[in-house]
């Protein structure tokens, strides 16, 4: 018995509790949670697959460039929720206490604790891939904000749309701006 047969043999539970874990950080985790299905429930479904995939890759050593697509199709979703950059990629370094766990657990596979450090090496990676892939979506996210607001297109979106909740903060402080121009004026 080896490290990958302990992979193989708890991958569903080890990807369980991941999937769990990452789905709590959200303020809906009780919905997130119900299903699998991603047309239904996108963030859990899609939580799911990507966790699996990325499982599958971290316990065969795959190389790290092969953990971008799992990784994106987490962190595109993470990025538009109101997660800060540790937040949003915390999740993915969980995995580690997560298989350390299960493993310990089990008194055949204990064994295998010390050899995890490839495993974690990979997890690392995987984190600051997560990482720089989070803050592209950003970027890309404030780019679209941004051009909104230049061509006037957040006036036919809804009130809850960030970017017209964005005009509405700065036409907030041009208020305030006034206001407290008129009052140096005044002399108050």
């Keep these: 018995m080896d490290l ?8 569903d539970k080890i990807v369980d509790e991941w999937v769990d874990y ?15 299905d991603k047309f239904a429930n996108p963030v859990g479904g899609n939580t799911r697959e990507a966790l699996a995939k990325l499982f599958k890759l971290l316990s065969k050593n795959a190389d790290p460039g092969e953990f ?3 990784l994106d199709q987490i962190m595109r ?15 993915i370094h969980a995995v580690k206490h997560i298989t350390r766990e299960i493993l ?3 008194e055949e596979r204990k064994q295998f604790i010390a050899d995890l450090y490839d495993f974690e090496f ?4 995987a984190v600051l891939a997560a990482f720089d892939l989070y803050m592209q979506c950003r970027e890309q996210l404030y ?15 809804d009130s ?17 701006s006034v206001t407290n121009d008129l009052q140096d004026i005044r002399g108050n």
């Design 4 to 11: 990958a047969e302990a992979f193989r043999n708890y991958e």
């Design 22 to 36: 990452t789905l709590s950080s959200y303020k809906s985790s009780t919905f997130f949670k119900k299903g699998p």
């Design 68 to 70: 971008t697509e799992p």
């Design 77 to 91: 979703i993470r990025s538009i929720q109101e997660f800060s950059a540790s937040a949003a990629v915390a999740p």
């Design 104 to 106: 310990s657990k089990d």
């Design 122 to 125: 990979a997890v690392d990676l």
């Design 143 to 157: 780019k679209v904000r941004i051009k909104e607001i230049k061509t006037g297109n957040h006036i036919l979106t």
């Design 160 to 176: 809850k749309c960030p970017s017209n909740l964005l005009k509405k903060d700065i036409d907030g402080l041009e208020n305030l």
